[in-house]
């Protein structure tokens, strides 16, 4: 049994009631949160120290304007922060951080996680237009069923880690009655902690298996499609170019991408710049070269570099101009990386990330 | 290249300098025959070879790409193979993953008296790729 704490008022109220709690109590000095800009439902990541603006705050709020796991590494790169910060982000989120921490890009120290069972997100460029707000409520109402709402990204439609690992805390979303109560989950002693005083009913609980279950039932259906659709354009070399014949290379997945955290990628270094020489060669052997070249090598490149940690939140899907469907490959070719390591990123900052750890014995197939 | 003539692959090998370059030195000296596919390129710890020269050459048309080191305990610099046996389980999985073939990469552990494991890895992966055939991104335009 986890310990949880049940406050009778809509899950909206309820959470904004406890960040308001943590602030005003001073259990923590800051909160970062989504935060309204507009009423069309433009919303952005922001620290909000003043108990008032939490006014503005929209915490889970379908959009994910970037991955929260990017925006808390820069926030702790240089250093912890000093003071307490909770921190309310999705699980995809928490999980990306958490494999930056082990590359050295952030501190978890000094940080609360409040997370959520994960209904999932809409792609950005519905939040542009307005059509997220105008859906909001119908949203609410599959989360509350259980359901996959409809328009998410397909990276939330075939996503079954919606349950956060590391969250000191987790507020259920997921089948839950949330018009009427708001329940949160405490998670670790740090949770339970922050939360003590707040007004509400303490008790012991645990998420309700069934629902989650039956939710990641329709999510891994989903999936299957998903990949069963990729797997089809996706054959040899020619369905590579067929598919990344597009790209515009603008590079855009890669610097949303929370995992690609090189402040000079390799793949825009003067080293991968073509010089004459690498144009003869090749359009001699080639009889034609597209300009810029190098779109295949590039994602070919990013998956060595990234499969093993990839946390398929789909930022990359939401930026791509061209529709590239970025998102579902990296999550295809990282979940079978990641298998073959059986690991799972982000779910333990202790464990270490395989290709910078070994086995003595192990692998002996990879040899012939 | 005239049609009856035999398809002969170009595979890049990266051999590490401590084992499998000595190995493929000792197949010459004790002048045993290797196929000529092969094109040799001395590193200095199998676990220099990053993955990007291998996708590199596999874009760039190579037939084949063979890394070739140590047996795991006998790295020079102890571990590197090490890192790079759970590197190609990583490779190989993003290309399989990708639709490519992954039979157009191989990794062999030989050591620097292993002359005859050299001519024997060399030629057995060489006859494969003759099997496979060309690889197709070779004249590809869009890559
Ligand atoms: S990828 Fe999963 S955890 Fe991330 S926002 Fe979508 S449903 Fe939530
Ligand atoms: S976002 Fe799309 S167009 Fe831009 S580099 Fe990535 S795949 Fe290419
Ligand atoms: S020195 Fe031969 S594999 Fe490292």
Known sequence: MTKALKINKSTEQGILELLKFLLKKGKVKGIFTLKKINKDGSVAYSLITKPDELKYAVPFYPLMPVNAGKLLSRFSLKGSSSEPVAAVVRPCELRAFIELVKREQGSLENIFFISSTCGGVHPIDKSVDGTVEKNLSEYWDAVKKGEIPAELRPACRSCEEFIPYTADMTVDLIGNNIDKQCMIFLNTKNGEEIAKGMDGEFLEKEINKEKIDKLRGKREAEKKKLFDELEVKMNGMDGLIEIFGKCISCHGCMRVCPICYCKLCEFESSDSEYKPSNYESDLKKRGGLRVPPGTIYFQLGRLSHISISCVACGACDDVCPVDIPVAMIFKKVGESVQKMFDYIPGKDVEEDIPLVTFEKEEFAEVEE | ?143
């Open chain 2, 1 to 143: 290249m005239s049609k009856d003539e035999e398809f002969m692959p170009k595979i890049l090998a990266f051999l590490c300098n401590w084992c499998s370059y000595a190995g493929a030195d000792l197949a010459g000296t004790s002048r045993l025959k290797y196929p000529p596919s092969i094109l040799p390129i001395r590193v200095m710890c199998s676990s220099r070879v990053d993955p990007l020269f291998i996708i590199k050459a596999y874009l760039g048309g190579a037939d084949g790409v063979l890394v070739a080191g140590c047996h795991p305990g006998d790295c020079h610099y102890e571990k590197g193979n090490y890192y790079t046996r759970r590197r190609f389980v990583m490779l190989k999985e993003v290309v399989k993953g990708l639709g490519l073939e992954p039979e157009r990469i191989r990794l062999s552990w030989i050591s620097a008296s292993e002359g005859n494991k050299y001519v024997e890895v060399t030629t057995e992966f060489t006859e494969k790729i003759k099997k496979l055939g060309k690889n197709s991104a070779k004249n590809k335009i869009f890559l």
